[in-house]
T-cell receptor
């Protein structure tokens, strides 16, 4: 069973702090990794994609990928109350066919003013 | 870019009726579209994968005769919930994949309530 694991949280951080969200995956040959943000009652919104080992930065967001450890993370700098949401890690698993993504169950982040 | 729309955003219907939900990719052609269902405070659940011009591939446990999917063009897929019952009440979300990528862009979702 190919899986994506995330801590469900809630993860609480004070406003202005760095929020660190983690994700592990079981399929060693996975190539594509995504972070989505989902506000309560809304659909997921793509934040970042990452394909190579290392860091990828986009504004206050940094995605980190370590394929050897099968680990991908999302850092949110200068966290704002508007960042409070559930963050979904998604992985394109090998052999899934039709480009399906396997989603983690999500980590709920609360940024405390 | 990469905008996906869904219609309607919300629908309330009586038990036994059928409901059609449309998913459109507005600024790209989507080779593949996906349909998900999400119950309150639960994870996304993939229902089916839809490729333009071919039959949808349903996930285990999803009744293909109840959830009819049509992907007649590169920008439109429809999900019809036939003979809806209260247990079908859920948040239905589609996503679309542009060619040459495995990124999925989600529509805003359709909240179905069956009375």
């Amino acid at each position: 069973q190919k899986e994506v694991e995330q801590n469900s949280g809630p993860l609480s951080v004070p406003e202005g702090a760095i929020a660190s969200l983690n994700c592990t995956y079981s399929d060693r040959v996975s190539q594509s990794f995504f972070w989505y943000r989902q506000y309560s009652g809304k659909s997921p919104e793509l934040i970042m994609s990452i394909y190579s080992n290392g860091d990828k930065e986009d504004g206050r967001f940094t995605a980190q990928l370590n394929k050897a450890s099968q680990y991908v993370s999302l850092l949110i700098r200068d966290s704002q109350p508007s960042d409070s949401a559930t963050y979904l890690c998604a992985v394109a698993m090998s052999g899934a066919g039709s480009y399906q993504l396997t989603f983690g169950k999500g980590t709920k982040l609360s940024v405390i003013p | 870019g990469a905008v996906v729309s869904q219609h309607p955003s919300r629908v309330i219907c009586k038990s036994g009726t059928s409901v059609k939900i449309e998913c459109r990719s507005l600024d790209f052609q989507a080779t593949t579209m996906f349909w998900y269902r999400q119950f309150p405070k639960k994870s996304l659940m993939l229902m089916a994968t839809s490729n333009e011009g071919s039959k949808a591939t349903y996930e285990q446990g999803v009744e293909k005769d109840k959830f009819l999917i049509n992907h007649a063009s590169l920008t439109l897929s429809t999900l019809t919930v036939t003979s809806a019952h209260p247990e079908d009440s859920s948040f239905y979300i589609c996503s679309a994949r542009p060619p040459g990528t495995d990124t999925q862009y989600f529509g805003p979702g359709t909240r179905l309530t069956v009375l």
